[in-house]
Structure formats: structure tokens, C-alpha cells
């Protein structure tokens, strides 16, 4: 078997977050300039049928059944050797390479599991589809955060920006026209299945409260879809400050996710928000060319570590 690599980029919700969980729609899209490579290799001389993981970035360096049952290489293994109809356990090595910051609302889980995917059932002569890999990457995600909507993995395995809704068809964005943001990290780091929870646990404490906000972020997704399928940057910030306005509401961003939008907007960009899970991880401002360095030093100015640059391109522009 000879050795095989993949890989899979990092994503942004541009619209829509959590309450897509809840039936609504959300958009997002690849951050590709943030990506995970995975290699699969042959192990000569090993025993047979074990598999070496390493991966410097989530502290592994192990055989994969020393890992608990709930550790995401070892659920994305399990399952396409299971998948495949895989009797014997292949003797190889698994090395996972990864730039996105875990915890942060980038989709490093989802990303990490569809690179494995990808390399593994290479490596052992069956490469998956793409919706098959997506149905798969969904239970792992499943298995790790309980209750995702399926955006993050759908976002990452067809690597293209997405109009999404649980249940329904993917549909696939034509941008307008040429987009830029620019994402800050707020340092703090937030598991999303523990703000998945308190959403879950606050609704069902009061749904009377959170049921018309969870509506209204629904409704800025499908505004956002149209202005950005019609090249309308304007409208499109204004929804997503609108989208971060009814996340904060929720409890769902913290403060420094919130100086960073305060900064953003205060700079010049036409809208800030959190992205992801919330309550830290990153924030994504949509700017003008123009604006783009006074955003850029307004963000670095809050001390954030780290401003990328991320372009969504216009259809046909790829
Ligand atoms: O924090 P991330 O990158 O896993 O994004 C989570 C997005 C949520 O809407 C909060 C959860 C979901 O499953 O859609």
C-alpha cells in the first residue's frame, strides 16, 4: 500500500450560527488559508495490524486503541474501517498536521475528521465520495458534539459556500460579487458542544424568549443569502451585526469577542460578528478594500493575536 495524504480547509459561518441547529438556515464558507493535512503510511516491521497516530497539535503520539472511545481520530478509524468492510486492521502510520486553532470556531473537528477520511480509506484503495465522506464526517461530528446541525462538515467536505438548512438540499452560493473579511482571534477558547448546551438548556428553561431570537437569526441568513447573491455588501453587514446583536442577546458572545466587534465597526466595517460555537473563538468582519487597514490595526490594537485575510470570490472567479 503506498502512502497517501489529504487534506481539508477550515470554515467560517458567515450567517446563522446555533440556530441552525434549530432548523434554521445558516450560510457559510471555506477558510482555506487555514488547513489540515493528514498522511497515511505503511508501517514496515510494526506488528500486525497496529496504527500509530501522531499529531504534535492535539497531543498525540500513540497507538490508536490507546485512545478513549470518544477521541475523534480514533471515531473517524472506526468508522471507515467499518464503512469499508474492513476485517484486518492495516498496519500503517496516521500523522495529522494541523494550522486551525482548536476551540475557536473554525471547525477543526470536522476538518481534521474529513482529512482523515479522505487519507485512510485512500490508503486502504477505497477513497470516499464526497457525500458519502460528508454522511460520515456527520457522525463523528455527532459523536463529538451531540447535537450539530451538520454545517461545519458539509462546509469543509465540498470546500464551497453554502446556503444550509438541516434536512434540506445543500445549496450552493453564487457570490454577487468579490467579498473580503478579516477574522480576529479572541483568545479564548470555548468547546462548541458546551454553547450548544446552554443554548439547549436556556430554551428549554424559557422558549418563549428564545424561539422568536433564534427565528430572527434565521431570517438574517436568508437576508444575508440575498444581498450576498446580489453583490450587496451593505445589507449583508448589517445582517450579520444584526446576527451578533441576537447572539450577544443569547448569552453567546463574551467580552472579548465583543470589543473586538465593538473595534471592527468602529474602524469602518460594514459588519462584525462572532463565528461558530461563540462565547470566544474568533470574530469575522466584512470591510471594504479601503477599510481594510484601518480594521486590520483597529483589531490588532485589542491586543487579539492573530487578523487573517480571507477573500470569498465571485462566481466564476475562482
Ligand atoms: O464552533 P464550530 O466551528 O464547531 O461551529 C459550530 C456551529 C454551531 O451552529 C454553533 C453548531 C452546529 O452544529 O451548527
Known sequence: MPAMSANASAKLILLGEHAVVYGEPALAMPFSAL????VVEPWIGAPAGRIHVFARDLDLDQDWRDLPENNLVREAIVLVLSVLEI?????????????????????ASAAI???????????????????????????VETRMH????????????????????KGFEIEFLKPGQEFTFLVADSGVKKSTASTVAQLANDRLQNPSYYDPLIEQIGECARVGRSALESGNAVVLGEAMNTN??????????????????????????LGAKLTGGGKGGHMLALVREEDLDAVRSALLGTGTRQVYQTTLLAEGNA
Open 35 to 38: 488547513r489540515v493535512r493528514v
Open 87 to 107: 476485517q484486518q486492521t492495516p498496519t500503517c502510520k496516521i500523522s495529522i498536521f494541523s494550522e486551525i486553532p482548536v476551540s475557536a470556531g473554525l471547525g
Open 113 to 139: 475528521t474529513v482529512a482523515i477520511m479522505r487519507a485512510f480509506s485512500a490508503f486502504l484503495g477505497h477513497p470516499l465520495q464526497q457525500d458519502q465522506l460528508n454522511q460520515l464526517a456527520f457522525q
Open 146 to 165: 451531540g447535537t450539530p446541525s451538520g454545517i461545519d462538515n458539509t462546509v469543509i467536505v465540498y470546500e464551497k459556500p453554502i446556503y444550509f438548512r
Open 244 to 269: 451578533q446583536d441576537l447572539l450577544a442577546t443569547m448569552q453567546l458572545s463574551c467580552p472579548e469577542l465583543d470589543q473586538l466587534v465593538q473595534a471592527a465597526r468602529q474602524s469602518g466595517a
